[in-house]
Structures are given as structure tokens and as C-alpha cells.
């Protein structure tokens, strides 16, 4: 029964980092360049919007499964939650990712995000210097916040490996 659990709780924490990390990269790697391919007419900067839009309840639920499940999969190796001096080198740096991870996707989400689409309502000559650094911020946070992810999973194998 115990060993079940414990493949059910590994199975959606793999589900869930599938999913937030693989939408990041189809929206970094394939989505994010055909709109700029195509010099960022209105209607596909509308289709990246509304995608973007779609996936963001799939990322906060991703999140939601992966911080019930995370501290469940900690305690069933034997480390406390509330001990950090006791965590493992790669526990501590996986952790430092996903923190620094959420933090971004907090800032995309909820400041960055809404102010893009301010902006992008402003025509590209009207813009201020400080709302061109929002389009600039725009384009870097997502390829950083996707290196970060892949971090995560680097030292996620590594740690199911050790």
C-alpha cells in the first residue's frame, strides 16, 4: 500500500513538471519564434496572447500538484521539511531553482504579464523607455525562467539517481 502511494505521488509530480516545463518550451521554442517570424501581427501576437492565457490555470495547477506532492516525496525519503541543515547538496540547490522559478512565474504572471498588455495597446513610438523595458523584460524572463526549469529537472534526475 505504502510503495503505491509512493508511485502514485512520483507519477503526478512527473505529470505535473511535464507539463509546466513542456509548455514553457513549446512557448519558448516554438510559439514565441513563429510570432516574431512573422514581425508580431496583431492576429499572431493574438494567438500568443490567448495560448499564453490558456496555459497559465495548466502552470498554477502544475504548481499546485507539485508543492502538495514535493514535501510528500521529501518525507518518504526520510529528510524533514523543516530541517534544511540536514538536506542533501542537491536537494538544497533543486530547491533554491524552484523557488527562484516560482518567484519569476509569479512576477510574469501577475506584473509583468498584465503590463505587457497594457503596453502593447500603446503604438511603438508613444512608448516610454520604461515601457520598452517591459517588452525587453518580456522576451528574457520566459528563456531564463526556462533555463531554470531545466535546471530543476537536471537535479531532479540527479537526485532520484543518488
Not at 510570432?35 to 499564453?52: D, G, H, I, N, Q
Not at 538536506?87 to 527562484?100: D, E, F, H, N, S
Not at 504579464?113 to 497594457?118: E, F, I, T
Not at 523584460?137 to 537535479?155: K, Q
Request: proline share 6%.
Amino acid at each position: 500500500m505504502i510503495q503505491r502511494m509512493y508511485s502514485t505521488l512520483v507519477v503526478l509530480h512527473i505529470l505535473a513538471a511535464m507539463s509546466w516545463v513542456g509548455g514553457m518550451i513549446f512557448l519558448s521554442l516554438v510559439l514565441a519564434p513563429l510570432v516574431r517570424s512573422r514581425k508580431a501581427a496583431p492576429e499572431f501576437m493574438a494567438l500568443f496572447r490567448s495560448t499564453a492565457l490558456r496555459f497559465r490555470p495548466v502552470v498554477w495547477t502544475a504548481i499546485g500538484i507539485l508543492l502538495i506532492t514535493g514535501p510528500m516525496l521529501f518525507s518518504q525519503r526520510g529528510l524533514s521539511v523543516t530541517d534544511p541543515a540536514s538536506w542533501p547538496g542537491i536537494v538544497t540547490v533543486k530547491l533554491a531553482l524552484v523557488g527562484l522559478l516560482l518567484f519569476l512565474t509569479l512576477l510574469h504572471d501577475f506584473l509583468l504579464g498584465p503590463r505587457v498588455s497594457r503596453v502593447s495597446a500603446i503604438p511603438e513610438s508613444q512608448r516610454t523607455s520604461g515601457e520598452q523595458m517591459v517588452f525587453k523584460t518580456a522576451r528574457w524572463l520566459p528563456r531564463v525562467s526556462l533555463l531554470l526549469a531545466l535546471g530543476v529537472v537536471i537535479t531532479a534526475v540527479v537526485l532520484a539517481r543518488s
